[in-house]
């Protein structure tokens, strides 16, 4: 346990209105990550972070931005959030030995 | 093509039986492998990881790797109605810090 939490663990909001989601963690990782999950998509990454300020796009990135001010803190933001962003999001952290990945409990998102 | 590749299934087996799980990987680049377990409405858990050619085992289960054929496999044996879940391959490329996921394969343990 990596000591991940996520917030909110779930929201619904409308078309249109930003939403941040916040992973928070107690350990120091370096690296950090939010994917997406749909039926038949399996785990997508959205962005990631491999320190603070320092972060880069994955593969389905349109439509969201990141954040890291510091270690402990990731934020995903939806700056305008549509029906395509229902979705469970997940946070992961690599651990710092580079052999394990760590999940939070998730983030569930309905768009209506 | 995407990077890591997964039978959908459902996989199923009867309990007691083994159970295998593949996976196939494009990025050469890829130095690390891990599966990871998912039942439904809850996030991934780690099962094991594997970095070096052949066999690795931990109790039940059986992790394979052939980087030549760019192939991971999971092997679960004295399969459990516990085991029912979706199995999920992911790739790791230290140079970029990327992690890939496969879209997991359903496996169903049978009374």
């Known amino acids: 346990d990596a000591g991940i939490t996520q917030s909110p663990r779930h929201k619904v909001t409308e078309t249109g209105t930003p939403v941040t989601l916040r992973c928070h963690q107690t350990?120091?990782?370096?690296?950090m990550y939010w994917y997406r999950q749909d039926p038949g998509h399996g785990l997508r990454l959205i962005h990631y972070?491999?320190?603070?300020?320092?972060?880069d796009k994955g593969e389905v990135s349109d439509g969201y931005s990141v954040s890291r001010s510091k270690t402990e803190d990731f934020l995903l933001t939806l700056e305008s959030a549509t029906s395509s962003q229902t979705s469970v999001y997940f946070c992961?952290?690599?651990?710092?030995?580079?052999?394990?990945?760590?999940f939070g409990e998730g983030s569930w998102l309905t768009v209506v | 093509q995407k990077e890591v590749e997964q039978n959908s299934g459902p996989l199923s087996v009867p309990e007691g039986a083994i159970a295998s799980l593949n996976c196939t990987y494009s990025?050469?680049?890829?130095?690390?492998f891990f599966w990871y377990r998912q039942y439904s409405g809850k996030s991934p858990e780690l099962i094991m990881f594997?970095?070096?050619?052949g066999d690795k085992e931990d109790g039940r289960f059986t992790a394979q790797l052939n980087k030549a054929s760019q192939y991971v496999s999971l092997l679960i044996r004295d399969s459990q109605p516990s085991d029912s879940a979706t199995y999920l391959c992911?790739?790791?490329?230290?140079?970029?810090?990327?992690?890939?996921f496969g879209t997991g394969t359903r496996l169903q343990v049978t009374l």
């Open positions: 992961a952290i690599l651990g710092n030995s580079g052999n394990t990945i760590y």
């Open positions: 992911a790739s790791y490329t230290g140079t970029a810090s990327k992690l890939t």
């Open positions: 972070s491999y320190g603070v300020k320092d972060t």
């Open positions: 594997i970095y070096s050619n």
């Open positions: 350990e120091n990782h370096r690296y």
């Open positions: 990025d050469r680049g890829s130095q690390s």
